[in-house]
């Protein structure tokens, strides 16, 4: 709950509103003991998503020195992993290291994030990935990894914008 209410105040711009949250999120995650609590615990709040999260926290908080490797632990360990989730905690990744200054990183993340969107066919990171787009074109001239990343998110939103397309149902009455 605390990391939801430290992303929360991060949307809203609140510093300290947001560390300290994000505080009270670390201390609950360490004490949280994944294998007698609930099961969707376990399967939704998997290390590299709460790594991901920290990584964001970090970054938009004036920690980017902390944010680039929790982020780059996060980009190594889901290395090929195409799930909803891992989706979610790429992109996450991705914008940590733009926020830290990282731009060619977080294209290349953020690329494998697309492609775990695509896989999972789920449009929930969308946002958050144009949000990356944006960071990324806030630069005089992008670099190739970057423009790779606009090819793969617009190759991403074509592909999703299909499945939209094909899974509508027949309305004509």
Request: proline share 4%.
């Amino acid at each position: 709950m605390w990391m939801r209410v430290a992303e929360e105040h991060l949307a809203m711009g609140h510093r300290r509103e947001t560390a300290r949250a994000w505080d009270l999120a670390e201390a609950s995650y360490a004490e949280t003991d994944f294998w007698t609590d609930r099961n969707w615990i376990r399967l939704w709040l998997t290390p590299d998503c709460f790594g991901s999260v920290r990584a964001v926290v970090y970054s938009a908080t004036g920690r980017p020195d902390e944010a680039v490797p929790v982020a780059e632990q996060v980009a190594a360990d889901l290395a090929g992993a195409l799930g909803k989730s891992d989706a979610i905690a790429l992109v996450n990744a991705a914008l940590a290291l733009a926020a830290s200054g990282h731009l060619t990183r977080a294209a290349d993340v953020g690329r494998q994030a697309m492609a775990a969107v695509r896989t999972a066919e789920s449009t929930g990171c969308m946002p958050r990935a144009r949000l990356l787009e944006g960071m990324l074109r806030k630069h005089p001239k992008p670099a190739s990894s970057s423009r790779a990343f606009f090819e793969e998110l617009e190759t991403t939103q074509h592909h999703l914008d299909g499945l939209t397309l094909k899974r509508r149902p027949n309305t004509t009455v």
